[in-house]
């Protein structure tokens, strides 16, 4: 009889210590929780599973701001990646029966069953497609830590892009593959953590590489693109010349009583610097002539003179064309006789002629 009782305390303390040890164990991952990405994940038969979790994370991006692209900007594109991913609920894997040890092992994995939907280290590239769009290669590549569902992050990601100033209109879609991780499942360890060398660790985390590619579409709206195509006429130091300068449109759209203008600065000059060219169609061309002067002392070489045309676009709205360059060559000064030149000559051949004369009357005379 008291080896009996003494049996039965004996296993009533030990039961006991097993208890301390089990929620001393869930106090410290409560309050210091491991990381399970910096282990690996423990053998299936070192856990025990009392559910199995259903749902994924379900990732979505949207772009901050507007998606219309002008020609020849660069742009930070500001996108903000969500996660829609639903936790449907877990499905019993095993009975915990009348043990609260069971019980609490039970009720942590449910929490951890429940964070299967966050996405965990969330890399995007942006790739472009097209010709006419560059992703600055600083910024293509991008990670979040983690996105959790119903919650989106601080900041958004930021990639710069640059657009090609002879981009057609129409529509461009950008794409955001991404790569991430989410808890595929999550196993109780109480009891073999020590076995393992870590008695902290509670559970094991078995996680799930996942790729997804998004598309963002962005836009390129048409509209009149001019530029000058060709410049012909002569200028010489210290002379005047007309300067024809033709300029197309390689747009979509009409420039409507277009207006061109051009800035002379010194040594340069024009005295009509806007002239009216009409409408310029798609595709079609019209050419201006600007007289310009050249001082004497200019310096023989070619200028760049900033041109512009002012038009109505087909809103009726009034629109200004890019800064265009016009390239005026100035060549040296044409070796020519001035009146004054031509006087002094004919003085001095007169001059000569009166001395040669009056030399012969005298020398007549002496005969």
Not at 36 to 56: D, R
Not at 134 to 161: C, H, K, M, N, W
Not at 309 to 337: H, Q, R
């Amino acid at each position: 009889m008291k080896q009996t009782l003494g049996k039965k305390v004996f296993i009533r303390f030990a039961l006991v210590m097993i208890s301390v040890v089990v929620f001393s164990t869930f106090s410290i991952a409560e309050i210091c929780p491991a990381s399970a990405k910096e282990f690996l994940p423990a053998a299936y038969q070192h856990t025990t599973n009392f559910y199995t979790g259903y749902g994924e994370p379900d990732l979505y991006v949207s772009l901050l701001g507007d998606m219309e692209l002008k020609r020849g900007e660069t742009r930070d594109l500001k996108i903000i990646v969500s996660n829609r991913g639903v936790f449907y609920g877990v499905k019993s894997a095993q009975g915990v029966g009348t043990s609260e040890m069971k019980q609490a092992l039970a009720i942590k994995e449910l929490e951890y069953e429940s964070l299967r939907t966050v996405a965990y280290g969330v890399k995007s590239t942006l790739i472009t497609n097209s010709e006419y769009i560059d992703v600055d290669p600083a910024t293509s590549s991008q990670t979040l830590e983690e996105v959790f569902p119903g919650q989106l992050p601080d900041d958004p990601l930021v990639f710069t892009i640059t657009i090609s100033k002879k981009a057609p209109a129409g529509v461009y879609m950008l794409t955001l593959p991404l790569t991430y991780e989410f808890k595929k499942d999550t196993r109780m360890t109480v009891g073999s953590g020590a076995a393992l060398g870590r008695p902290d660790m509670d559970h094991a985390t078995y996680y799930q590489t996942t790729n997804k590619t998004l598309t963002i579409p962005m836009f390129i709206e048409p509209e009149p693109v001019l530029d000058v195509v060709d410049v012909s006429g002569h200028l010489s130091a210290g002379g005047t010349g007309t300067i024809n300068v033709t300029y197309m449109n390689t747009g979509e759209l009409p420039a409507i009583d277009a207006v061109a203008r051009i800035v002379a600065m010194k040594p340069l000059s024009c005295d009509r610097p806007i002239q009216s060219i009409g409408t310029i169609g798609p595709g079609f061309s019209k050419t201006a002539s600007f007289v310009i002067s050249a001082e004497h002392a200019a310096v023989v070489k070619t200028y760049g003179l900033d041109s512009e045309i002012k038009y109505t676009d087909t809103d009726g709205e009034t629109a200004y064309s890019g800064n265009m360059k016009v390239n005026v060559a100035v060549i040296p000064a044409e070796d020519k006789l001035s009146i004054i030149d031509i006087v002094i000559i004919g003085l001095v051949i007169a001059l000569i002629v009166l001395i040669s004369g009056n030399m012969i009357r005298s020398k007549n005379q002496k005969n």
